[in-house]
């Protein structure tokens, strides 16, 4: 997944994610656990993620 | 009469509860898959945090809130916490936040008394900051302190950034519904009793649902345009602040979209801590005014245990954003929190920031331009548009009877 500079880390995406692959300081990072489901996609309130191409 | 409401946060909720106890057909529509906004429940390793606000209401059970929450017949209990608020001196002593007076000198109290009641009756019209009017009566370190742990734990601001007169409507609602409390179940019971409200009215809310288009007739709002269909209503308010709103429809008024373009957002840090044992072990507001950054912390789970897995406790700190550099500002945070709680185990479950496009308020306190647009039929609610004097979830309470009033909705 990729996350842009509209990023705010409020962390709902680290919630919402199912594999425990988000961590957050001040902005989203993705760690090697995550699958690219695209779950965090839908529940990022700043439209900050999109599918890594 | 049919309402259309755009987004499902908390102002969204208020006003669509409202207006479905009043006989409108009400439906609402949220981007996100769930509903509540800034003021939802997360889950979180067997937490419940939240998405924004602090799982606290400024004025608890007595306040504006709370009131309209009565009105609805949402079923919420608040639990007032007690004692409302402890202070933390420089020497690491705790006293009750009334007792703030006695830390200064006689002269300055009496002074206090005087200055204070005089100035909540003839509000400074002057745009002076609630900094500069501290530092014109009292000049005094811990006063001036204690402003910025007020403004920065409320408001999410220095007291060089709040105007003296929005500080001094808020310490008239201080005085009026005193202290905080927590809604038990959180921040997410609030919003889930809304939801039902409005569902068991007839209403409808759809979530993953975006309006793309506000439809605009002959200066009216007519409905809105979402996926590509139309849904046609009598009514549109939006839950999105006034800017966003207006990108929504073309806006001819250059006066209006002036004004809210002045709006300022504020920014905050949230960072949760579980801990084993009680880290300050009251469900007041435990203010840091000597802190780095930290302007105050509480600790939900005195009031409402099932907010932590069990035997744990969930403590929440907040501290204004001072700089640009996010990650310095949430490392100051931390380590003030280390020099608060020295002795105790704690992790740190979530480090939550808010700014820009999802700020702790689209407007911040003493920037709000009000609850009207140029167009009729659309109003805005929210925290984008809180009512004078109103701390956070307050303002967005007072924001909605503002538009409830000018739409001869009663109580």
Redesign the interface.
């Known amino acids: 997944m990729k996350v842009d500079k ?1 990023c ?5 995406c ?3 994610c199912p594999y425990d692959a988000i961590v ?4 989203a990072f993705m760690n090697e656990k995550c699958v690219e489901c695209g779950i965090c996609v ?2 990022c ?2 439209c900050a993620i999109s599918e890594d191409k | 009469m049919k309402a259309v409401i755009i987004g499902a946060g908390l102002g969204g909720l208020l006003a669509g509860a409202k207006l479905s106890k009043a006989g409108y057909e009400v439906e609402v529509f949220e981007r996100l898959p769930f509903i509540g906004g800034r003021f939802a429940n997360l889950d979180y390793k067997g937490f419940k945090l939240s998405t924004g606000a602090l799982h606290m209401i400024p004025h608890g059970s007595r306040g504006p809130l709370a009131q309209l929450l009565r009105e609805v017949g949402a079923h919420v209990n608040i639990i007032d916490s007690n004692p409302m608020a402890i202070i933390r001196k420089d020497d690491g002593e705790n006293i009750e936040f009334h007792d703030f007076r006695n830390e200064i000198s006689i002269t300055k109290r009496v002074k206090l008394a005087t200055i204070l009641a005089y100035s909540l009756k003839f509000k400074p019209k002057s745009d002076i900051s609630f900094r500069d009017w501290v530092l014109k009566y009292f000049d005094d370190e811990f006063l001036l302190k204690l402003a910025d742990s007020f403004c920065g734990w409320s408001l999410s601001l220095k007291a060089k950034d709040v105007p003296a007169r929005e500080m001094l409507e808020i310490i008239d609602k201080m005085y009026l519904y005193k202290g905080s409390g927590v809604p038990q179940g959180g921040c997410g019971a609030v919003t889930g009793a809304l939801a039902d409200v409005i569902r068991s009215g007839g209403g409808k809310i759809h979530t993953k649902s975006c309006v793309d288009k506000i439809i605009i007739d002959g200066n009216r709002a007519k409905g809105v345009k979402v996926s590509g269909k139309t849904v046609d209503s009598d009514l549109v308010i939006s839950d999105m602040g006034h800017q966003e709103t207006a990108r929504m429809y073309e806006c001819m008024d250059d006066g209006y979209l002036m004004r809210i373009n002045s709006v300022v957002p504020s920014k905050g840090i949230k960072i949760c801590l579980g801990a084993n044992e009680p880290l300050i072990g009251h469900s007041g507001v435990y203010f840091t005014p000597y802190a780095e950054r930290i302007n105050g912390i509480n600790e939900v789970t005195q009031a409402d245990p099932s907010l932590a897995p069990q035997g744990k406790h969930l403590v929440m700190s907040h501290q204004a954003v001072l700089s640009d550099n996010l990650e310095e500002e949430i490392n100051i945070g931390l380590s003030d929190l280390k020099r608060l709680f020295p002795e105790k185990k704690y992790e740190v479950l979530m480090v939550q920031s808010y700014s820009g496009g999802w700020p702790v308020n689209r407007a911040s306190s003493g920037t709000e331009i009000g609850n009207m647009t140029p167009v009729n039929d659309l109003y805005i609610v929210g925290d984008g548009a809180k009512g004078k004097g109103g701390i956070e979830v307050e303002g967005v309470a007072l924001g909605v009877m503002n538009v409830m009033r000018e739409l001869g909705v009663s109580s």
Not at chain 1, 8 to 12: A, E, L, P, T
Not at chain 1, 24 to 27: E, I, L, M, T, Y
Request: with cysteine.
């Open positions: 509209t705010v880390g409020c962390g709902q680290a919630a919402f957050v300081f001040g902005r839908e529940y309130p700043a």
